[in-house]
């Protein structure tokens, strides 16, 4: 069975600076993985996934995120936050060959202040 | 370019009452699935379907039914409400990595309030 845990339930940083949402996961077979972003009131909207291929991964938004398969993470970085960044980030992970089922971690609030 | 829509918004229910949660979406998706959010716990799985009748159990399945007659839609039925069915659900669609694609698209949710 997959686990995903993101170890920051909040994370405040102040504009222009750098940040890392952690995300490892748990899992006995190879899976997808994945960042979703939520703003207040919304569903969530896809920031990258990880298939296959380059470990490192770019999203939207000027995001990216890099897969390392022997400390089982997926850590969610931006050099530079803006204040619209603020919002709750998802990691999620989906077993390969079945994008039925996703397993998500409880969510890391991103608070950018001014 | 509607995606996945899911009506309605908002619900207010009295516990024991029953209702359906609708979700349909246009994207021609075989994969559907329906997720509670819960403070601090993330999202959860109730139920999935792999196509037109075929739908099995995710996590937390009790006290929800699903049915899947079309590709398009995938509604959620709480047969008796309870104040721990309070939640906000979130549908989803997927073409699964056949597709290419390999990812969830989730509709904009529904706040559900059980009294």
């Known amino acids: 069975a997959q686990s995903v845990t993101q170890l920051d339930s909040q994370v405040p940083v102040f504009e222009e600076a750098p940040v890392e949402l952690r995300c490892n996961y748990s899992?006995?077979?190879?899976?997808?993985l994945f960042w979703y972003v939520q703003y207040p009131n919304q569903g969530l909207q896809l920031l990258l996934k990880y298939l296959s291929g380059s470990t490192l991964v770019k999203g939207i938004n000027g995001f990216e995120a890099e897969f390392n398969k022997s400390q089982t993470s997926f850590h969610l970085r931006k050099p530079s936050v803006h204040i619209s960044d603020t919002a709750e980030y998802f990691c999620?992970?989906?077993?390969?060959?079945?994008?039925?089922?996703?397993?998500f971690g409880s969510g890391t609030k991103l608070n950018v202040k001014p | 370019n509607a995606g996945v829509t899911q009506t309605p918004k908002f619900q207010v229910l009295k516990t024991g009452q029953s209702m359906t949660l609708q979700c349909a979406q246009d994207?021609?998706?075989?994969?559907m699935s329906w997720y509670r959010q819960d403070p601090g716990m993330g999202l959860r799985l109730i139920h999935y379907s792999v196509g037109a009748g075929i739908t099995d159990q995710g996590e937390v399945p009790n006290g929800y039914n699903v049915s899947r007659s079309t590709t398009e839609d995938f509604p959620l039925r709480l047969l008796s409400a309870a104040p721990s069915q309070t939640s906000v659900y979130f549908c989803?669609?997927?073409?699964?990595?056949?597709?290419?694609?390999?990812?969830?698209?989730f509709g904009q949710g529904t706040r559900l309030t059980v009294v």
């Open positions: 994207m021609n998706h075989e994969y």
């Open positions: 989803a669609s997927s073409t699964g990595d056949r597709g290419g694609v390999g990812e969830a698209f």
């Open positions: 999620a992970v989906s077993k390969r060959g079945n994008f039925n089922k996703f397993y």
């Open positions: 899992s006995s077979v190879s899976v997808y």
